[in-house]
């Protein structure tokens, strides 16, 4: 807390030095903005960031639209990090209102990361009921204009890991359901056609855990192959993912894949699994996912024993 009150005082002292022009200020209030939320994302890392936005934005003058669209879509980044359903609602205010500017005056790529955004504002205030899912997906797919699987492959991969969560997301009981659930694979598949174990680890895992649920969850009259391809998928992404590097993701493939195990009947791993999992959702104080997980293991607990 120090460090983080020591630089936002170092930022409004330099911000307030007259000697240089307001808008060469809000540039730099930007950059130490940026510079506070590229650290741990605790709250007031986040607090700070975005009082030092507002700081940049109050500079601002009408003639520097670009730049105010520009500080208001990074000011949404830290909104969206920050927890509470009302801070979503200002990013998504704050991206709607520059993405009006953007797509005059700036450059294709920033219009395309404030569209990303923009979908992950809807697609978050959807699962409350407080936007439309559809409109999430119209979002990413505007984005999906600049960001191609050549140029941009990160941003094509988790652009598809987005879209195939939003379509997951709909709530669709008919047929079209499956449609949405192949719709959803296909969008995992794609983003794992450019995005590699050795040069993207993290989002090769994340897609591969992903579409290992997916499979999982999908309503199909060939669920043994389904989740065979689920199990395959969620070892792709431990090998990525390690209680060593990454725990509370290694925790989460491995309750999945447990959930996978005991679809096809091999009960003592996917015991083994939920008791690996269940311990680390404890060590790191993520209780929710801890009480699942033990639920989880008491069903099938009283499964082997009326089995036995």
């Given amino acids: 807390m120090v460090e983080v009150e020591n630089l936002r005082r170092a930022a409004l002292a330099a911000a307030g030095d007259e000697r240089v022009g307001p808008d060469e200020r809000a540039q730099m209030l930007m950059e130490l903005a940026m510079g506070l939320q590229r650290r741990p994302k605790t709250g007031e890392h986040l607090a700070a960031a975005i009082e030092l936005y507002d700081r940049a934005l109050a500079l601002c003058l009408p003639a520097d639209a670009l730049l105010g669209a520009r500080i208001t879509a990074r000011k949404a980044t830290a909104l969206l990090a920050a927890p509470g359903e009302d801070r979503v609602e200002q990013a998504r205010a704050a991206l709607e209102q520059a993405i009006a500017v953007l797509g005059r005056l700036g450059g294709d790529e920033e219009l395309a990361e404030a569209e990303m955004n923009l979908g992950l504002a809807l697609q978050h205030l959807a699962g409350c009921g407080r936007a439309r899912i559809g409109d999430a997906i119209a979002a990413y797919q505007r984005a999906l204009r600049t960001f191609d699987a050549r140029r941009h492959p990160v941003e094509f991969a988790i652009l598809q890991n987005n879209l195939a969560t939003a379509f997951l997301a709909m709530s669709v009981t008919d047929e079209r359901a499956k449609l949405r659930e192949a719709l959803a694979v296909q969008c995992f598949e794609e983003g794992l056609k450019v995005v590699t174990l050795v040069d993207h680890p993290a989002e090769y895992?994340?897609?591969?855990?992903?579409?290992?649920?997916?499979?999982?969850?999908?309503?199909?009259?060939?669920?043994?192959?389904?989740?065979?391809?689920?199990?395959?998928?969620?070892?792709?992404?431990?090998?990525?993912?390690?209680?060593?590097?990454?725990?509370?993701?290694?925790?989460?493939?491995?309750?999945?894949?447990?959930?996978?195990?005991?679809?096809?009947?091999?009960?003592?791993?996917?015991?083994?699994?939920?008791?690996?999992?269940?311990?680390?959702?404890?060590?790191?104080?993520?209780?929710?996912?801890?009480?699942?997980?033990?639920?989880?293991?008491?069903?099938?607990?009283?499964?082997?024993?009326?089995?036995?």
């Fill in 205 to 308: 895992a994340m897609l591969q855990n992903n579409l290992g649920n997916a499979l999982q969850y999908a309503s199909s009259a060939h669920a043994m192959e389904n989740n065979l391809r689920a199990i395959a998928a969620y070892d792709e992404a431990l090998k990525v993912r390690s209680v060593a590097n990454t725990p509370l993701e290694y925790a989460n493939t491995v309750a999945n894949k447990a959930n996978c195990l005991w679809s096809l009947g091999d009960s003592a791993a996917a015991k083994a699994g939920y008791e690996e999992a269940h311990g680390i959702f404890l060590r790191h104080g993520e209780r929710e996912k801890a009480r699942i997980v033990r639920e989880a293991m008491a069903e099938l607990e009283r499964e082997i024993l009326a089995a036995s």
